[in-house]
């Protein structure tokens, strides 16, 4: 009996933590073609399609999983939130709560790794973009055109321009934090996975930096420019007034507005409030604690007897956790 249960709660587990597996990629992908079929379809983009072709669509359906990706990539991080979740919620047990309070790591790692794939395949679109700009150029739609000309240079478009340097930098980043973050290296060189960690700053920097170059930009006059004006040959809409009444305008363009970024700062903003929480808390003279005595256990497990240097008697309660620094483990982090 003993054993039929606990194949059925390994099994409910099982199937719990795939079903939301499946519903998280799920909603990715919803939300990668909505902004791919935006792209695709939506005639304020016409022209913009027409020199990057599918090019487009998929740098621009990848950013929004990105976008949200990078806002809860480092919520699992945020202990003093997560230690909050578990005391204001915990006594009901909720299902999800804990499934995200038991696997914080493993949501991190995947959520790491998402970033990362979806993050190569942002770039790969950029790189084909930007030999479009190139191979496509139209003097007619010049405003447009990220490249200056046919003879433009696909590194300058790369590495001196705001949009191109900020992705290089974003992608070496992720692939460092990737690399230092492998069992081998975590292991080996801890002190390194931990300084490449904090580069996620500087990532995230990149990213408020990434748009301004403006490259994505919609047609503001489709009324008296719409799609297919500049299918009409030039002598047949001379001698034909209802085409002249319609396509009386060269098309014009404007950049979108940058919103994006929202999302990936309020990620960041919980982050920092939680790590200036969390300094304030362990830098204080309450909760100081004198180790008293230490031992190692059976099974790889610490004893440890500790007691508060300044406060004779504090409340203890679940979720909460004491800060220790293994030189021989780290000299920067403490656990």
Same mark, same amino acid.
């Given at each position: 009996?003993?054993?039929?249960?606990?194949?059925?709660?390994?099994?409910?587990?099982?199937?719990?933590?795939?079903?939301?597996?499946?519903?998280?990629?799920?909603?990715?992908? !919803?939300?990668?073609?909505? #902004? $791919?079929?935006?792209?695709?379809?939506?005639?304020?983009?016409? @022209? +913009?399609? =027409? %020199?990057?072709?599918?090019?487009?669509?998929?740098?621009?359906?990848?950013?929004?999983?990105?976008?949200?990706?990078?806002?809860?990539?480092?919520?699992?991080?945020?202990?003093?939130?997560? !230690?909050?979740?578990?005391? #204001? $919620?915990?006594?009901?047990?909720?299902?999800?709560?804990?499934? @995200? +309070?038991? =696997? %914080?790591?493993?949501?991190?790692?995947?959520?790491?790794?998402?970033?990362?794939?979806?993050?190569?395949?942002?770039?790969?679109?950029?790189?084909?973009?930007?030999?479009?700009?190139?191979?496509?150029?139209?003097?007619?739609?010049?405003?447009?055109?990220?490249?200056?000309?046919?003879?433009?240079?696909?590194?300058?478009?790369?590495?001196?321009?705001?949009?191109?340097?900020?992705?290089?930098?974003?992608?070496?980043?992720?692939?460092?934090?990737?690399?230092?973050?492998?069992?081998?290296?975590?292991?080996?060189?801890?002190?390194?996975?931990?300084?490449?960690?904090?580069?996620?700053?500087?990532?995230?920097?990149?990213?408020?930096?990434?748009?301004?170059?403006?490259?994505?930009?919609?047609?503001?006059?489709?009324?008296?420019?719409?799609?297919?004006?500049?299918?009409?040959?030039?002598?047949?809409?001379?001698?034909?007034?209802?085409?002249?009444?319609?396509?009386?305008?060269?098309?014009?363009?404007?950049?979108?507005?940058?919103?994006?970024?929202?999302?990936?700062?309020?990620?960041?903003?919980?982050?920092?409030?939680?790590?200036?929480?969390?300094?304030?808390?362990?830098?204080?003279?309450?909760?100081?604690?004198?180790?008293?005595?230490?031992?190692?256990?059976?099974?790889?497990?610490?004893?440890?007897?500790?007691?508060?240097?300044?406060?004779?008697?504090?409340?203890?309660?679940?979720?909460?956790?004491?800060?220790?620094?293994?030189?021989?483990?780290?000299?920067?982090?403490?656990?």
């Amino acid at each position: 009996m003993e054993s039929t249960g606990k194949v059925y709660h390994a099994t409910r587990n099982f199937m719990f933590k795939y079903f939301l597996a499946f519903v998280w990629i799920g909603f990715n992908f !919803v939300v990668f073609c909505k #902004a $791919f079929s935006n792209y695709h379809h939506e005639p304020e983009y016409y @022209y +913009l399609s =027409k %020199i990057l072709g599918n090019g487009l669509c998929v740098s621009r359906g990848t950013a929004p999983v990105l976008n949200l990706t990078m806002a809860l990539i480092t919520l699992p991080m945020c202990r003093s939130l997560n !230690v909050a979740l578990n005391g #204001a $919620f915990g006594r009901w047990s909720v299902r999800v709560l804990v499934f @995200y +309070l038991e =696997k %914080i790591k493993v949501l991190h790692l995947a959520l790491g790794a998402g970033l990362i794939i979806v993050g190569v395949i942002h770039s790969i679109a950029h790189f084909v973009n930007i030999h479009n700009f190139i191979e496509n150029y139209d003097e007619k739609l010049d405003s447009i055109n990220w490249a200056s000309g046919e003879d433009d240079s696909r590194l300058r478009l790369l590495l001196a321009t705001p949009t191109g340097f900020s992705g290089c930098v974003m992608l070496t980043t992720l692939l460092a934090i990737a690399y230092f973050s492998s069992r081998q290296m975590r292991d080996r060189f801890y002190n390194s996975f931990f300084a490449a960690h904090h580069l996620f700053l500087l990532f995230y920097g990149m990213m408020f930096y990434h748009p301004l170059s403006n490259i994505i930009k919609y047609q503001t006059n489709l009324k008296t420019h719409p799609n297919g004006c500049d299918m009409v040959d030039e002598a047949v809409l001379r001698n034909d007034t209802v085409l002249q009444a319609i396509c009386n305008e060269e098309p014009t363009f404007g950049a979108g507005g940058k919103i994006a970024w929202i999302w990936p700062l309020i990620g960041l903003s919980v982050y920092l409030l939680d790590v200036t929480c969390r300094y304030l808390t362990t830098h204080s003279s309450s909760r100081k604690v004198a180790t008293l005595q230490s031992h190692v256990l059976p099974g790889k497990g610490i004893y440890l007897r500790l007691r508060f240097t300044r406060t004779k008697r504090v409340p203890v309660s679940a979720g909460q956790y004491v800060l220790l620094q293994c030189p021989a483990i780290s000299t920067l982090e403490w656990h």
